[in-house]
């Protein structure tokens, strides 16, 4: 293995774990009956910050796995012309 093998093999690691982190923060489609109960803040504030990081987080999510996979099949070439 040279350099840019384990370089590029660091970053996806890097990536991989990266993808996981963002995809655990984000919320379930469903707010369920424990939101109706519990009367979840219903600030402005509350909602909006919701709605904000709502919108960014599956952004983030596409953003890191096309990253991911450009990276992947660049290792995978990296592999075979080395």
Do not use: E
Not at 12 to 32: D, E, F, M, P
Not at 51 to 60: S, T, Y
Not at 69 to 75: G, P
């Amino acid at each position: 293995m040279n350099a840019l093998q384990i370089i590029v093999g660091a970053i996806v690691l890097i990536l991989a774990v990266l993808i996981i982190l963002v995809i655990l923060l984000q919320q379930g489609r469903r707010s369920g009956v424990n939101g109706a109960i519990s009367g979840a803040a219903d600030t402005f504030l509350s909602k909006n910050k919701a709605r904000h990081l709502d919108a960014v987080l599956p952004r983030w999510t596409k953003y890191l796995a096309i990253a991911f996979f450009v990276l992947v099949i660049l290792a995978n070439v990296l592999v075979a012309v080395l």
